[in-house]
């Protein structure tokens, strides 16, 4: 097969359909304890064993091997990363995209920097899934993306930002903030790839009604919806209903989010990623 897509774990995404599919894994690393987050990984378990941690946790990118042993061998190579506004897993794979098309004269390797991560992964996976499938020209599908990631995002509830504040990767005040009871933060995956707080709210079917609001006004319409949480199908149910209240026949999945999505994420989080249209 001509085609293979790869994208970090961040996508949530074990397999694609009909096509040949590699997810590079990210770890989430506790005292001496690694997760590695790929098919076998117990999602439960982690976020168990993680609430009883009592020292420090963080996380890690892929590196540049783990990528190049992702694009195997294949003519060409469709991948997406994680946003590079948070994440070394970008930089790693352009490494390897350098190195993989020195080694491989004639192969080629795109690798999107999603400016984002969770659900807007997913999205831009099944572009590509498609324009593969339709043996579309590396070009062709290098301006497709380019322009499709122009009107996709993602935008998020969540109940605490502890892991963020603790990995330097949003402001503490912000954090301390949503740790108030029954306060959820609603934001969004910013133009440069962080974290962007738009909404303090009290309860969670104000921050869901706030985030399909937010939609809105930056121009849903209809398009496709995915949505992936943590330990909260009842939240992810309820934006689903709030879309089909205007968009009956809207294309929506609800998907669980993998390990490092719910690191960051933590149990309640409800990401959504969907396209302006
Ligand atoms: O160690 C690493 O290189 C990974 C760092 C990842 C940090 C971000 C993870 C985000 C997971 C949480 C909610 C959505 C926030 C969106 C901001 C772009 C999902």
Redesign the pocket.
């Known amino acids: 097969m001509k085609y293979r897509l790869v994208a970090d774990s ?1 996508s949530n995404i074990l397999e694609v359909p009909g096509l040949a599919y590699e997810a590079v894994p ?2 989430i690393v506790a005292g001496e304890k690694e997760y590695v987050d790929n098919a076998s990984l117990d999602v439960e378990k982690m976020v168990t064993e993680l609430k009883a941690h009592k020292g420090k946790s ?4 892929p590196n540049t091997a783990e990528w190049l042993q992702a694009f195997g061998d294949a003519e060409v190579v469709l991948g997406v990363a ?2 590079s ?5 970008y930089a790693a794979g352009m490494a390897a995209k350098t190195e993989y098309e020195e080694t491989h004269p004639g192969k080629r390797v795109y690798l999107c920097d999603s ?4 659900p807007e992964m997913v999205l831009i996976l099944e572009r590509m899934a498609q324009l593969a499938g339709e043996e579309k020209s590396y070009e062709e599908i290098v301006a497709e993306i380019t322009e499709y990631t122009k009107h996709t995002h ?1 935008m ?1 509830s ?1 109940e605490s930002l502890t892991n ?1 504040a603790r ?1 330097g ?1 949003v402001n503490p005040a912000v954090a301390a903030v949503v740790g108030v009871l029954g306060i959820r933060i609603m ?4 133009a440069a ?4 707080p738009m909404h303090k709210c009290r309860g969670e079917k104000r921050a869901l009604e706030t985030l399909y609001r937010e939609m809105k006004s930056e121009g849903y319409n209809g398009g496709k919806v995915r949505i992936y949480h943590s330990y909260n199908p009842a939240g992810a149910k309820a934006v689903e209903a709030l879309i089909r209240a205007d968009f009956p026949e809207a294309d929506i999945t609800i998907g669980q ?1 993998r390990g ?2 719910c ?3 933590e149990p309640g ?1 409800v ?1 959504v990623g969907f396209e302006d249209c």
């Open positions: 961040s990210l770890k963080s996380t890690a990118c994680i946003t506004g948070l994440s070394g897993a400016l984002s991560t969770g993602l998020f969540l963020f990995n990767r934001g969004k995956a910013s790839g962080t974290l962007e989010n490092l999505c690191y960051y994420a989080g990401l």
